[in-house]
């Protein structure tokens, strides 16, 4: 069975950091590439990017360029989403999903809420 | 980039109603756009794939086709559970851009 695993819900401060984590199962971990989908509060789906465990290789929206960065931990089929000096817009739900082009499988998502 | 433009961004109808909502594409993505279902609270899910192929276990009262670059779900006959925001998204080159949601609520 496919899952995607993602952390529970985080409570941050402006200009801390923050690093989500997606544990991947059911399949070979280096097949296919992770994106990941922010959704802030009552708005819509956006997706941010991905990652190919495989070699790390790394996509980017132009809207999340140089705002975000992913990692891949091949011996834990782990996946990461750095968020680095987190302001108040940065909360959001964050998903992580399977991507063999089309997005197949979903993590629960981890809510983030930054507030002083 | 291509835009998705995705219309309406709400709607109201009867159980047992024929909705359709419509995803226009900026340029040609040929037929690499999805639809996904998103209910109140939850996880979003793949609906369609291909614009027109439907994932396993998806009712068959949903449809997707296409005709050039505009794509559109059908809900051939509403149900309650179909209560949801839908979404599609092309996949044919990065940035995989979703288009902006459609709500749709039971009249």
């Known amino acids: 069975e496919v899952q995607l695993v993602q952390s529970g819900a985080e409570v941050k401060k402006p200009g801390e950091s923050l690093k989500i984590p997606c544990k991947v199962s059911?399949?070979?971990?280096?097949?296919?590439?992770i994106g990941w989908v922010r959704q802030m509060p009552g708005k819509g789906l956006e997706w941010m990017g991905m990652i190919q465990p495989r070699d790390s290789d790394t996509r980017f929206s132009p809207s999340f360029q140089g705002q975000v960065t992913f990692s891949a931990d091949k011996s834990i089929t782990t996946t990461y989403l750095h968020l680095n000096n987190l302001k108040a817009s940065d909360t959001a739900t964050y998903y992580c999903t399977r991507q063999p082009n089309f997005l197949d499988y979903w993590g629960q998502g981890t809510q983030v809420t930054v507030s002083s | 980039d291509i835009e998705m433009t995705q219309s309406p961004s709400s709607l109201s109808a009867s159980v047992g109603d024929r909705v359709t909502i419509t995803c226009r594409a900026s340029h040609d993505i040929t037929n690499y756009l999805a639809w996904y279902q998103q209910k109140p609270g939850k996880v979003p899910k793949l609906l369609i794939s291909?614009?027109?192929t439907l994932l396993s276990g998806v009712p068959s009262r949903f449809s997707g086709s296409a005709s050039g670059t505009d794509f559109t779900l059908t809900i051939l006959s509403l149900q309650p559970e179909d209560v949801a925001t839908y979404y599609c998204q092309k996949y044919d080159m990065t940035p995989y851009t979703f288009g902006q949601g459609t709500k749709v609520e039971i009249k």
């Open positions: 291909g614009a027109s």
């Open positions: 059911g399949y070979d971990f280096t097949t296919y590439w």
